[in-house]
């Protein structure tokens, strides 16, 4: 399973992120670059989501060679606590970097779930700020919104 461009879904996001942590180790170091690439158009998508529902059209430009931090740019316009992410998407490219330059099968496949784990965070933030307007100045108050998902879950 890839992520649709067409329908960049916050939820499908999530759902392939968690897939490609529990993937076995082989396959994700024999996909790593085409894998790193989908996880920067999957943060990608979580921006162009976030910029969407605010009626704004994400740009196709880039900032340091990169149209996810242009896009994070052009979100926090007017938003300051959307910065709280700035860092998980230079996180990110930060990765994508890495696993283009890492050679050694084990590394690579770390390195892969490392950057899967960032864009989720990602995801998780975004739509939680999309679900909560005043969701706060930090990424990590994301935290009680999905810890509400867990326990209900948890009572059935």
Known sequence: MTIDRASPAID???????AIVT???AALACDAEALAE????AGEAVLESWL???????TNGAVEGFRLLALHRQGARGDPSFNACRETCREIVYHRNLIRLETGAVERARRVRLAAMVVRHLALFVGGKLETAGLGEFCCYSRPIRQSEFSETRTV
Request: no cysteine; proline share 10%.
């Open 52 to 58: 969407g529902a605010h009626g704004t059209v994400p």
């Open 38 to 41: 989908e996880l920067l158009a």
């Open 23 to 25: 993937a076995p180790e």
């Open 12 to 18: 499908d996001i999530i759902a392939r992120t968690d």
